[in-house]
């Protein structure tokens, strides 16, 4: 294990997501497929030797800068549990995060941000990424012994915000890991590798620390759970898919767990390379209003939703096995091409399927409509991704190169009528960490 030197300084980077086929059905219960992107969320961590205490927490997304001392933190949230759902103080530490009571948390935390803004109303984005940070530092830290020091903290994405490519559950998913690592690089330089690393009055734990260089399984595992906490102070009711997707990276097969189960994570580690081309619709907007609106839908005409629902969900298992044999396609010699072109005929399919059945959801939007029209005139297929209402679209690129000249044509077409392009690969690798020294 390389060693970790004093003052702390490191950067942890998560990739954003496309969701190929899934986005809202997952939310019921049905199975998603989702890939990580390779534009990312970064944060920065930098111990300071600042004398006045503070965590300055920069995030230029949203043009925001707040700075907080660590005594103000340590007093109002380190020193009692966040609520509990059930239990007590002894009943919780930092690895069940599921024992929190989110809501209860949730309305404390944005009344205390509003209350030190000084302010009766923030605008939304800004709220949100203020209460993400004060609860996953104050849930992640407050049962472990370790000695916090004023911080600089920067986050950067260069993902667009508010347009479905999971920019939230990278942001979540990028303050998990930082904290976690921050925690784990202090009981490494502190030599406390084995024994309790719980303070007084919490459940027992041991942290077992194996590579300060990378996350393992298990610690991707715990990052992602923390980071639900921060997506659901963005959507309210998220199904996991977006923090799994953006923690694990590469391809994954989601099923949300049944009331008090975990999720339903495969990893299709043997599927083939896509390349996608990104749409942005240019109109913002926000993921929790767009799951209401489907709720409200399923409520008015149970059947035609709950059917639609269905639908999906055997799109996405579908082109989960499509992806799959296209992977051991990838890997053979011979004459694949007429076998791999008639694979991905069916992908194309899926997709102009599942655009009709977010149509019916009520998430889609004219501008994705339009982007939609003008993709299919140019024989290619388009579908939303993400919560819809604006955002963006996905066109999946064909795998030979003999058509490239037809992709570039369809490119000019969007960008004429004003559609902003991004070509990209899915796959990329999920929650990242350097060590600066
Ligand atoms: N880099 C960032 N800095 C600060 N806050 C961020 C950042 N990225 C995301 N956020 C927070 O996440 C919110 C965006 O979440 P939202 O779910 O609406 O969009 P999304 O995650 O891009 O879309 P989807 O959930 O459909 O993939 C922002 O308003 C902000 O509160
Ligand atoms: C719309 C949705 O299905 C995807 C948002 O990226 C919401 C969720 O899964 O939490």
């Known amino acids: 294990m390389l060693p970790v030197k004093y003052p702390l300084a490191f950067i942890v980077s998560a990739p954003g997501k496309v969701i190929l086929h899934g986005e809202h059905s997952v939310v019921h219960g049905k199975t998603a497929l989702a890939a990580s992107l390779n534009i990312r969320t970064n944060i920065t961590v930098k111990e300071g030797d600042s004398v006045d205490g503070k965590i300055i927490l920069d995030l230029p997304n949203l043009d925001t800068k707040h ?13 009692n549990p ?22 209860k948390f949730i309305e404390t935390l944005r009344e205390y941000v509003l209350k030190s803004e000084k302010l009766q109303q923030l605008p939304f984005p800004q709220e949100c990424a203020l209460v993400a940070f004060l ?41 998990a890991a930082a904290f976690i690592h921050y925690i784990r690089s202090k ?22 620390i194996i590579d300060l260089t990378v996350f393992s399984a298990k610690e991707k595992e715990l990052i992602s759970r923390w980071a639900l906490i921060g997506e659901k102070i963005m959507h309210g009711n998220p199904s996991g898919l977006d923090n799994a997707t953006c923690t694990f990276g590469s391809v994954v097969k989601f099923r949300k767990g049944k009331e008090g189960q975990g999720a339903v994570l495969e990893h299709l580690s043997g599927t083939a390379k896509l390349k ?5 619709s240019g109109v913002r907007r926000d993921t929790a209003r767009m799951l209401a609106k489907v709720s409200e839908r399923l409520k008015c005409y149970p059947q035609v939703v709950q059917s639609t629902l269905d639908a999906m969900d055997g799109i996405a298992i579908a082109a989960a096995e499509i ?37 019916v959801l009520g998430v889609s939007h004219p501008s994705l409509d339009r982007i939609c029209r003008t993709v299919s005139k140019c024989g290619f297929h ?11 679209a996905f066109i999946l690129l064909p795998p030979c190169s003999s058509q490239q000249t037809k992709v570039q044509q369809m490119k000019e077409q969007l960008e004429r009528n004003g559609f902003v392009c991004t070509e990209t690969e899915l796959g990329s690798a999920g929650i990242t960490v350097s060590n600066l020294i």
């Open 276 to 280: 996608i081309l990104l749409v942005d």
């Open 135 to 175: 609860a996953l530092y104050t849930g992640i830290f407050c049962s472990v012994n370790i000695q916090i020091q004023p911080f600089f903290i920067g986050v950067v994405s260069d993902l667009t915000l508010g347009s479905g490519c999971g920019s939230s559950a990278s942001f979540s998913v990028c303050l």
């Open 67 to 79: 700075a907080y001392t660590v005594l103000e933190l340590n007093e109002i949230f380190l020193s």
């Open 382 to 392: 388009a579908k939303l991704t993400g919560a819809g209402g604006g955002g963006y």
């Open 187 to 208: 009981i490494s330089l502190n030599s406390i590798t084995h024994g309790n690393i719980s303070k007084n009055g919490y459940k027992d734990m041991e942290m077992e």
């Open 82 to 103: 966040p609520p509990l759902l059930k239990g007590s103080q002894c009943d919780f530490n930092l690895y069940n995060p599921e024992l929190i009571n989110t809501s």
């Open 323 to 359: 992806l799959m044999l296209l992977g051991e396609l990838d890997t053979e010699i011979g004459d694949t091409l007429k076998q791999q072109n008639s694979l991905h005929a069916k992908l194309e399919e899926l997709v102009d399927m599942n655009q009709a059945f977010l149509n």
